[in-house]
Structure formats: C-alpha cells, structure tokens
C-alpha cells in the first residue's frame, strides 16, 4: 500500500495591540492511499460482512456494493443495476462494483480563533472531515417494514411505495430493504469541538493575597454543534457501518484555576 499526502498548517496574529489580540488557526491534510499488491498474486480480495473489497489500484476501505436504483412507480419493487449498468430486479452478488466511496476519509482538518482583551479571553475550535462515507445499519431497521413491531422512520409515513404511480425511495410494504448503496451516506462533517470563555484576575490584585500568583475562571463546552448530511446520531466515527452507536456527548464544564 502506499500513502501519499500533504499537511499545511497556520497559524497568526492577525491583530496584536496592547491589550487586545486577535489570533487564528487553521490545519489541513490530506491523504490518498493505494493497494499495490496483494498476498500470493491475488488482484483482489473481499472483506466478509463489510461491504469493502481490496482490489490493487483501489484505495484501502473502498466501498463494493450493489447500486440502488430506487423503485419501480408501477408496482413499487426495489430496482437495481447490473455491472453492465442495465436495470434489474433481482439482486446478484455478481453485480457488486467498486463504487468509489471510502469510510477512510482523505481530508480532514481543523481551524479556530482566540479574543484576548486584558484579563479576558474567548476561543473556538473546530474540527471537519470531508469525503468519507458510511453505512447507515440503522435505517437498515428503521426503514424496513418486515420490522413494525420496531420503531420506524418518520419517512415510511411520505416516503414509501404506496400506489401505482408514487415515485419513491422505499419500496413498497413487504420488500426488505437490502445493503446496497441507498444506505451509504455521506458522513463529512463540521463540529465546534470547544468554545470557551475565560478571565484571568489581575495580578496587581492577586499580590495582596500573598498566596496566590494567579487565578483563572472559566467555562467551556464540547461538541456544541454539528453541521452534517448524515441522517445518523453521529457522523464522527472510524467503522465502515454506523451501528446505533452512542453520540458524542456535548459537555458544558465551569473551573478554576489558582497556581500558588
């Protein structure tokens, strides 16, 4: 396998006065990865139960999949394409491509901003990743009307099969929604990691304690927001298929800081 990239990095005062400074940073990488050679000649080789495929000349994590075609307005079957890329109903494992999408994402960064003003201080981070892709197991079950006795999406009410002449993304009641590519989504992202407030006291008036030399409260929250396609709980994850998967946790923390 090889791996080729660049990562920059950036960071400045973009004002910088006696009391006030305004400073920014930003980062950025970006990698592709290539399977050059396989074990005993072998050209390719699939991954069991993870809808991935490792074929020289492709990228590690690469999806291989049936393509969804959507569904048939006439009597609301599921269709699919062929390798040939003609329609068809029925589902082959011989019609698996390499469809071009990777849950290993190639570009990933960050960026954020500093305010200081005396004693005061406010500060954002965030954090992005683009181009990466994952299987929704979720709505595998949220979508599936051979589960009723489950809890399902609020688009079995508008967005399933229902008549003849419905143009639709579900099929109709009693078609079992299958892994193929209706349930890869695009799982890029941008997240406020931090966002903190904070002010340091005056050390003139930290001499009169005699004790302290500096004392610092704050507060701070983690995960406050996420712009993202992905219909999940959570697009920030490293596995090919998100599985009901606990979110991460926004977090709100008050502290302070005294050094003798």
Do not use: C
Request: charged content about 20%; glycine content about 6%; hydrophobic content about 35%.
């Amino acid at each position: 396998m090889t791996n080729r990239g660049v990562e920059l990095s950036l960071a400045a005062d973009v004002i910088q006065h006696k009391d006030f400074v305004w400073s920014v940073n930003a980062n950025v990488s970006y990698n592709r990865n290539k399977m050059t050679k396989l074990y005993s000649g072998v050209s390719e080789y699939e991954l069991s139960s993870t809808n991935t495929k490792l074929v020289v000349g492709h990228s590690f994590g690469e999806f291989y999949l049936n393509r969804f075609a959507g569904v048939n307005p006439a009597n609301g079957d599921a269709l699919w394409y062929t390798k040939e890329g003609e329609l068809t109903t029925e589902l082959r494992d011989e019609d698996k491509v390499m469809v071009g999408k990777s849950y290993v994402a190639p570009w990933q960064g960050g960026f954020g901003t500093t305010l200081t003003w005396k004693g005061l201080s406010l500060s954002a981070q965030f954090a992005w990743v683009a181009d990466r892709w994952m299987i929704n197991n979720d709505r595998y079950f949220e979508e599936n009307t051979t589960f009723d006795n489950y809890n399902l999406s609020r688009r079995m009410l508008y967005d399933r099969w229902k008549q003849a002449g419905d143009v639709t993304s579900i099929p109709r009641y009693g078609v079992t929604p299958q892994f193929d590519t209706h349930l890869l989504e695009n799982a890029s992202f941008l997240r406020l990691k931090n966002l903190s407030l904070g002010y340091t006291l005056p050390a003139s008036l930290l001499e009169r304690t005699k004790v302290l030399s500096s004392a610092r409260v704050y507060v701070q929250a983690q995960n406050l927001f996420t712009f993202t396609d992905f219909s999940g709980m959570d697009p920030e994850s490293s596995s090919n298929v998100y599985k009901a998967q606990y979110p991460m946790t926004r977090q709100f923390t008050f502290g302070l800081e005294f050094t003798f």
